[in-house]
Structure formats: structure tokens, C-alpha cells
């Protein structure tokens, strides 16, 4: 009975063994698996209740393993009822890629997809704005805006504001004319006071 047990374990082991390194293309299966998980035990024990479990009955399986292959007798009662049970239901959690480094494997390719899904997601209305922008002055050069239609408005804006004025030619005009009312009223005063001396003399 131990015998035949050892031999069923051996056997089993061989082939959980054989699935590892095709699977991930090792040229260990369980050594290589036990390492995967001593890379990522902390993100393991996060997303896999049985992690811990999981890694000390492989490091079990691989001793016993061991053991048989290189100490002992195949006749020597090292391998119990229970250790060739879990050995081949983990055989079988391989098939179904429900093992530890499946199911953290399952975990990150939700993760990325989730991510994908929100960079999909439509931004806010002012950056998808300021993207474009961004990604308009990246691609090709502005266009000058039209200066000259900013300084004729400001321009017309101006004269409009601006209070109304004589001009300078005006301003010259009513000095001559003040000028020559002047001069006018001036003579005409002369005319009156030598005609009036010239009738007091005359009398």
C-alpha cells in the first residue's frame, strides 16, 4: 500500500511537474511556480485567500518529491493518503486556471481592462477643450489673427469717444475774422469822431 502510493504520488507530481514548464516555458514546473510566488506572495495573499496554504503544501509536495527520488526507499511511508489528494487537485486547479498564479493573472488582466475602459470614458467638456487646443498648436501653427481689423475698430472706437473739436483751420479763421470786425469797428469809430470835429469847426 505505501508503495503504491509513493508511486501514484511520483506520478502524479511528474505531471503537474510537466504542465508547469509547458505552461510557462521553464525548464523547472513546480521549483519555477514556487518561485512566481515567492516574487509576488504580498499581491498574492491579496487577491487569493489560499495563497499561503497553497505555497506550503507545493513546497511540501516538492520535498516529498525529492525525498522518494534521491533518500529514501520507494517503500519507505513519507507520503500520506492526503498529500496525493491535494496533489492532484491541484493538478486539476491547473487545468481549470483556477491555481494561485491564474487567478492573480485573471485579477491583473481585469485591472487593465478597467483602466482602458476609463481612459475611453468622455473627459470633462474645458480639458477635452484644452486637449484639442493643445493638440491643434502641436500639430500646426497658428494662424495670425488679423491686426488690422483690431486697430481700424479701436481706431473708430476712439473717434467715437473722443469729444468733438475745432480743427486748427477753424481756429484761424475766427482770429482773422475777430481781426478784421475789429479793425472795422475801429475805423468806423475814426469816420465818426473826425466828421463830428468837422461839423463843431464848421459851426
Known sequence: ?????????????????????????????????IRIMETDFVVGQAYCSSWGEEYRM???????????????????EICEEDDYIWLESFHNRLLNTCDPLSVIRIHREKEQEQRKQA??????????????????YRSAEPSAPDHS?????????????????????EKEKSGCFGIILSSVIIISVILIIITVVGIIIGN
Open 119 to 136: 481612459d475611453k470614458q468622455e473627459v470633462p467638456e474645458p480639458y477635452r477643450q484644452a486637449e484639442a487646443t493643445a493638440y491643434n
Open 58 to 76: 507545493l513546497k511540501r509536495m516538492r520535498w516529498i518529491r525529492n525525498k522518494l527520488a534521491h533518500d529514501v526507499s520507494i517503500d519507505e
Open 149 to 169: 481689423v483690431f486697430i481700424s475698430n479701436n481706431y473708430r472706437n476712439s473717434e467715437k469717444r473722443k469729444p468733438t473739436q475745432p480743427g486748427k483751420s
Open 1 to 33: 500500500m505505501t508503495r503504491d502510493l509513493n508511486i501514484d504520488f511520483l506520478e502524479e507530481y511528474k505531471a503537474v511537474d510537466g504542465f508547469i514548464r509547458d505552461a510557462y516555458r521553464a525548464a523547472e514546473g513546480v521549483s519555477e511556480y
